[in-house]
């Protein structure tokens, strides 16, 4: 009778062990935690400088994305194409813990009289899985929009937020579209 509860006992503790593998190699499966978009910018009679983006909470190769450009008087957002098309194509990835990824970029308002409206909307796109993009200015609330006026001669200070919602499961933001909006107040 002792020997059919031990059989028992070694055949249940050889489950339990198969089971903690099995956990176990799932968590260490290869989670897809890609990020990818495009950051567009407008602009109307505007005199403005927007600065580099800054990624942060990434190890992304971002290498010639995300470049300052200024828009100066008697010019147009056309001049500026090569610049622009630096923040168009960008692939990041979250970390393997879901660390938060920012960009963090400031626009300044270069014009000696004329106010600046600046909106910025964001669109996560339809292939969108387990995260969420915001944006913010200057440390404020995160939103799916931000709408400022940036008198003459001042700076906004702005962030793109992709966050994880849950850090267990894979997460993927794969076609996000930000458009940022500049115009003469």
Known sequence: MKSKFKI???????????????????????????????????ADGIVAT???????GSSSDVSGKMQSFSIAKNTSLDDTATQRATWQGLVLAFDENGTEVTIKFTIKNDHNTK????????????????ATIQVQKDGGALANSVSDTLS??????????????????DAHINSFAIAVALTQA
């Open 8 to 42: 028992f006992g070694i055949a249940l503790a050889m489950c339990l062990v198969v089971i903690m593998l099995t956990v176990g190699v799932y968590s260490l499966r290869n989670v897809d935690m890609t990020i990818g978009g495009n950051i567009t910018y407008t």
């Open 50 to 56: 927007v600065s580099q983006g800054v990624l942060g």
């Open 115 to 130: 106010d600046l409206s600046v909106s910025i909307t964001v669109n996560a796109g339809s292939d969108v899985e387990n």
């Open 152 to 169: 003459h001669g001042a700076t906004g200070n702005y962030t793109i937020s992709f966050k994880v919602t849950d850090v267990d499961f």
